[in-house]
């Protein structure tokens, strides 16, 4: 089965709620994705999963969707896509660091206790220039203990 | 009145601003809010697969359960999880900018105005999509900011992407996306949800970025935020 199927599962959706897409590449048009990079393409995306195709890991919307539903508000049948992309990142196993920090830390803690994320996000932050930053983010810093372990 | 109120994990941490913003405009307007007793994280936006991602809300609404009838969910991402959990339609999950009504202004005492001041109101993504789970009311932040005598700008901005969801995963995307945002705005930008603050801020410059309660706060006369 491909790993399409499984996302398509993973969403709610059924293969066949994609044969309603008219073509329109309205989505496309207000792609946040396409004012980076002018190559992404939801409706096309939508037709390969319609016809059973694979997704590649390295297409800039699987990469970059920012899960801001503009193509759900702008599509005539409110196609969720950011939800079908973040299934496919899901079936794909792509995940940054920063996801990884975030999903133990709600498993340890049931919640997404920041100093544990930042903690363990340290090399990637360290490498991905993120201590310029430091700076402009001190109103954010604050320290509370982690609600409780192992809670769920 | 009582609201149950679910701060999630950033009003308990990097955002305690909103969190404290939010705690004593509705103090002063006579509502009190509960937390839902040993609340879990929503998942946000982290997970691909649907029913792990609502499940994680249902828990929440399960401890509600009993307490409260409405409940209060701050942050953009675990209001549209949590009223998308409430699938019988049980709970009325509200969010803060809809509870900011005419009865909210006719109690609510001036202190300042915003007269010669220019905002850019920024509600994101998350609080006018999708459809069932936008706000009721979509302007009021305009509404609020020309009601107390300041320039509403950036009309195409507010509902853009800050790219705020790929900060901790590609900051480029983030940074090329707020970008456009503070380039299509003037003034003040003026903000509800705690992920584009921080995606804002982060490339803002110069340029001030606020909370919307820290915005009401400075015109009930409490400490200047401007």
Redesign the interface.
């Known amino acids: 089965m491909p790993k399409t199927d499984n996302?398509i599962e993973?969403?709610?959706y059924l293969r066949q709620d994609f044969s309603v897409c008219l073509g329109c590449k309205i989505c496309a048009s207000v792609c946040?994705v396409n004012?980076?990079s002018g190559n992404a393409n939801p409706q096309d995306m939508l037709q390969r999963i319609f016809l059973g195709r694979e997704i590649s890991a390295g297409e800039p919307l699987v990469?970059?969707c920012?899960?801001?539903?503009?193509c759900?508000?702008a599509c005539p049948w409110?196609i969720?896509i950011p939800?079908v992309v973040?299934?496919?990142?899901?079936?794909l196993k792509i995940e940054?660091p920063?996801?990884k920090a975030?999903?133990g830390?709600?498993a340890l803690f049931?919640?997404?206790?920041?100093p544990y994320v930042l903690m363990k996000?340290v090399p990637?932050l360290l490498k991905?220039?993120?201590i310029q930053?430091m700076g402009?983010?001190m109103?954010?810093?604050?320290f509370?203990l982690p609600h409780k372990v192992k809670?769920? | 009145m009582e609201y149950g109120y679910y701060p999630g994990c950033s009003l308990t941490g990097s955002a305690h601003k909103l969190d404290k913003g939010i705690k004593q405009i509705f103090a002063r307007a006579g509502h009190s809010v509960k937390e839902i007793p040993d609340w879990n994280c929503c998942g946000a936006f982290e997970y691909g697969d649907r029913n792990e991602l609502l499940n994680f809300s249902k828990k929440n609404l399960e401890k509600a359960r009993g307490h409260f009838h409405e409940i209060v969910a701050p942050c953009p991402a675990c209001y549209k999880n949590l009223k998308e959990a409430d699938e019988a339609y049980e709970f009325g999950v509200i969010h803060p900018l809809d509870i900011f009504d005419e009865s909210f202004f006719a109690w609510m005492k001036q202190g300042r105005d915003l007269k010669g001041q220019v905002f850019t109101p920024y509600y994101g993504c998350i609080l006018l999509r999708p459809r069932e789970t936008a706000l009721r009311n979509k302007n009021i932040m305009e509404d609020t900011i020309a009601r107390f005598g300041g320039e509403v700008a950036g009309e195409a901005a507010k509902d853009r992407c800050c790219g705020g969801n790929q900060i901790f995963i590609d900051k480029s995307v983030t940074e090329k996306l707020s970008g456009i945002i503070l380039e299509k705005s003037r003034g003040t930008l003026v903000v509800f949800c705690p992920l584009c603050h921080m995606a804002l801020k982060t490339f803002s410059g110069e340029r001030k970025v606020i909370y919307f309660t820290d915005l009401l706060l400075h015109i009930m006369g409490d400490k200047s935020v401007l």
């Open positions: 996302a993973l969403t709610g946040s004012d980076i990469r970059s920012t899960g801001c539903y503009r759900t508000g409110e969720r939800d973040r299934a496919l990142r899901h079936e940054s920063f996801e975030f999903k830390s709600v049931g919640r997404v206790y920041e996000a990637f991905g220039g993120y930053h402009r983010w109103e954010y810093m604050g509370h809670r769920t």
